[in-house]
Nanobody, 127 residues
Framework: VQLQESGPGLVSPSGTLSLTCSVS??????????WSWIRQSPGKGLEWMGA???????YISPFLKGRFTISRDNALNPAYLQMDSLKAEDTAGYFC????????????????????WGQGTQVTVSS
């Protein structure tokens, strides 16, 4: 299984960020995987942003609600991230990751807990 993030490297302040996580070797509808977006800003730890489940349920960080949307395309097998009203502090490396969960889902920021982790894509918010 491989995950590959892609998107623009540079976004203007107040603009919209759209990222794609391309998945190969499995499907985003495979039981019981949850597909997460996680970011890491310079000098800071990992921040869980949100996740979408194999059944399509979404989970969004309360700190990002209203600005962040996660979705997927079952036919083409990617997961998407969209974030609006970007600020300089949104500059970070963005990662997608997959976690198999049997039971209730809870946000996870421990990289070693994830079954699969992408290489990440750097996003800089600047004019």
């Amino acid at each position: 299984v491989q995950l590959q993030e892609s998107g623009p490297g540079l976004v203007s302040p107040s603009g919209t960020l759209s990222l794609t996580c391309s998945v190969s070797g499995t499907s985003v509808t495979t039981n019981y995987y949850f597909w997460s977006w996680i970011r890491q800003s310079p000098g800071k730890g990992l921040e869980w942003m949100g996740a979408i489940s194999y059944s399509g349920n979404t989970y969004i960080s309360p700190f990002l609600k209203g600005r962040f949307t996660i979705s997927r395309d079952n036919a083409l097998n990617p997961a998407y991230l969209q974030m609006d009203s970007l600020k300089a502090e949104d500059t970070a490396g963005y990662f997608c990751a997959a976690l198999g969960v049997f039971g209730d889902y809870a946000p996870c920021i421990l990289r070693e807990e994830y079954d699969y982790w992408g290489q990440g894509t750097q996003v800089t918010v600047s004019s």
